[in-house]
């Protein structure tokens, strides 16, 4: 199934220049020559993120906030929904493989200002595996969690029922690489990078969020673009 979502070009997003923190407003105008004007720990954080120091991949810059790419054996590799579920999941690579794939065509959108558009992000939607965990009548967020073992991220579920919310195993017709957060990440489309989290290992349902990695920062937790 292939589902051509609208690409967002206005990097300022439904927060506009009112709405949207100061210091996300700036980091939007500038990219990364404007991070010397956002908060001091919001700017070393960033810089002691960026693997390799510019652009990465195809366009991308590659993050990571703990130093490194963590890595995985495939053969023990198990994506998790559990929480405040009917049926808990627990998925090996194999299995993932073997469900049917979903496909979006997408803009990757940093909260920095840099984009990627004209992706294909493969895998499956959020909303199949809903559909087979069943959350309980009580779960209002999905919160997620990276086996890097520091990043955390959160959604309202119903916007990972939505058609741009998905669990990605290829980028371009290829699987995803370590640098992409393979071997699955998070992909929510309109909405910021910073909640498409990588390297992907639990979904939690629940009936309250966590604070995400960056929120803590000071990033808003509704990342999403107009």
Same mark, same amino acid.
């Given at each position: ?6 690409? #967002? !070009? !206005?990097?300022?997003?439904? %927060? ?18 404007? =991070? ?15 693997? @390799?120091?510019?652009? $990465?991949? !195809? ?7 703990? @130093? ?5 054996? #495939? ?10 579920? &009917? &049926? ?16 979006? /065509?997408?803009? %990757? ?7 990627? #558009? +004209? ?5 499956? +939607? ?11 009548? @009580?779960? &209002? ?7 890097? $073992? ?11 029922? @939505? ?7 290829? =980028? ?6 370590? +640098? /992409?957060?393979? #071997?699955? &990440?998070? %992909? ?17 349902? *629940? *009936? ?19």
């Amino acid at each position: 199934m292939v589902q051509h979502l609208r690409r #967002p !070009d !206005d990097a300022a997003g439904e %927060f506009g220049t009112k709405n949207m923190p100061r210091r996300v407003f700036l980091g939007l105008l500038g990219g990364a020559a404007a =991070l010397g004007v956002i908060a001091p720990g919001i700017q070393a954080k960033l810089a002691g993120s960026v693997v @390799g120091g510019a652009v $990465g991949l !195809d366009g991308y810059q590659i993050y990571t906030v703990t @130093g490194g790419i963590p890595t995985f054996d #495939p053969a023990t590799y198990r994506l998790r929904v559990d929480g405040m579920v &009917r &049926r808990p999941l627990s998925l090996g690579l194999h299995q993932l493989g073997a469900l049917r794939p979903d496909t979006l /065509h997408a803009t %990757f959108q940093c909260v920095t200002g840099w984009q990627v #558009p +004209n992706q294909v992000f493969e895998g499956v +939607n959020l909303s199949r595996l809903l559909a087979e965990a069943s959350p309980l009548s @009580g779960a &209002r967020y999905l919160n997620f969690y990276s086996f890097d $073992g520091t990043y955390t991220e959160s959604l309202p579920i119903r916007v990972a029922l @939505g058609p741009g919310a998905m669990v990605v195993t290829h =980028l371009d017709g290829k699987p995803l690489s370590a +640098n /992409h957060g393979a #071997p699955v &990440r998070l %992909f929510v489309d309109h909405y910021y990078g910073y909640k498409s989290i990588k390297w992907l290992s639990r979904i939690e349902a *629940s *009936s309250q969020p966590i604070t995400g990695y960056w929120e803590h920062y000071g990033y808003p937790e509704n990342a999403k673009i107009g």
